[in-house]
């Protein structure tokens, strides 16, 4: 069967049900022997379901590439992402029902039609803070990826001052870069910095693990993980976890860069973010993983609980985040206009040019190249197999 390094697939070929993966915990085994998988909830990871002509044959995953070469070359081969907060639930004789799960509620006990600035301020210092708290208790070496913009500034006061194992990074690309914001934040925290250079061929190499990590051939989704992705494995080389300021321009600003088509409704806008394979965090490698601290459950919660106008007040975006910044961070960073790091570092201009073809051709043809390459390993696997029995 295909090589599988991350994840699990569970697949059923005319009701014998098979589980390969070496991290299987969404998937629980009932006392009837039937089985329950549930997907994440905020996107840690996404799930694909595999569907043939025939009922008993399908196939679950965490990969899409081997999930979908796992039924074989049966007819009618359609694989989609499961939508956040699916439960499939699989019968020992391989049937599979699939139910949707009510969206969580966004309510809380917090008041947010009377919500002041300073009430604002002082949920989201908490949250923060009890983030930063639980991730420095892990003592593990972290690498913050710094920008020069309000987001991942905070992330790097809060760490710093739980007395986390951390130092920054940040990129400088043939295109451009965002050194000066983050050296200046870095230097007002304390925080060492190491500032990467990285060349348009590392940035073009690193398309393929992009995928691999999201489970995305969307071409906005890879560009918005690409710098992500290169950080990641900078960290893994040291042994350390990755930290992101990734969701807040989602929550309190009403970005949609790499998601089209993002409702205002804030039940959709969180499902269809999680979804979309940009908050993944890698959590089936047994080393080092990423946060993304905005995209928790508890600080989604509480981002939600403000209302807009606190967000947006006189045309100034993160409004209450930005005030509660200024406690901590220079006024530059604070209230600077900043772009997302994609678009500051110059990235989705130069990869263009560099690839000699926009980005979403070259990922279809690293998802085609993939999926044909693991269902012919699949077919000579089992004919193999065939022979040996």
Same mark, same amino acid.
């Given at each position: ?156 006061? &809060? ?53 691999? &990590? ?79 601290? &905005? ?23 993160? &409004? ?70």
């Amino acid at each position: 069967m295909t090589d599988l390094d991350r994840g699990w697939v569970v697949s059923a070929l005319d009701g014998r049900i098979q589980i390969r993966g070496k991290d299987t915990c969404s998937i629980l085994i009932r006392n009837d022997d039937s089985m329950m998988i549930t997907t994440p909830r905020h996107g840690e990871c996404r799930v694909f379901l595999t569907r043939t002509d025939e009922v008993q044959t399908w196939a679950v995953g965490t990969d899409f590439i081997a999930t979908t070469a796992s039924v074989g070359s049966c007819a009618g081969i359609t694989t989609t992402a499961l939508h956040p907060g699916t439960v499939l639930v699989a019968a020992f004789e391989g049937g599979l029902l699939v139910q949707s799960k009510p969206p969580e509620s966004l309510s809380s006990t917090r008041a947010h039609k009377r919500c002041s600035l300073d009430q604002a301020m002082g949920w989201l210092d908490d949250g923060l803070r009890t983030a930063a708290t639980e991730i420095a208790a892990k003592r593990r070496p972290l690498r913050l990826l710094l920008s020069g913009g309000v987001d991942s500034a905070l992330l790097a006061s &809060y760490l710093w001052n739980a007395d986390a194992d951390i130092r920054a990074l940040t990129f400088r690309t043939p295109w451009g870069d965002e050194v000066e914001g983050a050296s200046r934040t870095a230097h007002h925290v304390g925080l060492p910095l190491d500032v990467v250079d990285v060349t348009a061929e590392e940035l073009t190499a690193a398309i393929s693990p992009c995928m691999r &990590y999201t489970q995305s051939d969307d071409a906005d989704v890879i560009v918005v993980h690409l710098l992500i992705t290169v950080a990641f494995e900078i960290a893994r080389v040291c042994g350390a976890d990755l930290i992101t300021g990734l969701g807040s321009d989602l929550l309190n600003a009403g970005g949609t860069f790499g998601m089209n088509g993002v409702a205002d409704d804030p039940f959709e806008r969180v499902d269809t973010t999680s979804a979309s394979g940009l908050m993944a965090t890698d959590q089936f490698s047994p080393g080092p993983r990423m946060y993304h601290p &905005y995209w928790s459950s508890p600080l989604i919660q509480l981002q939600q609980d403000v209302p807009a106008q606190l967000k947006t007040t006189n045309g100034i975006e993160k &409004y209450y985040l930005r005030q509660l910044a200024a406690h901590q961070l220079p006024v530059e960073t604070a209230f600077g206009k900043k772009v997302a790091i994609q678009e500051g570092s110059g990235l989705i201009a130069g990869l263009e040019g560099a690839l000699g073809e926009p980005p979403s051709t070259v990922c279809a043809r690293i998802r085609a190249d993939a999926l044909a390459g693991a269902v012919a390993y699949d077919r000579n696997a089992r004919r193999a197999e065939e022979v040996t029995i």
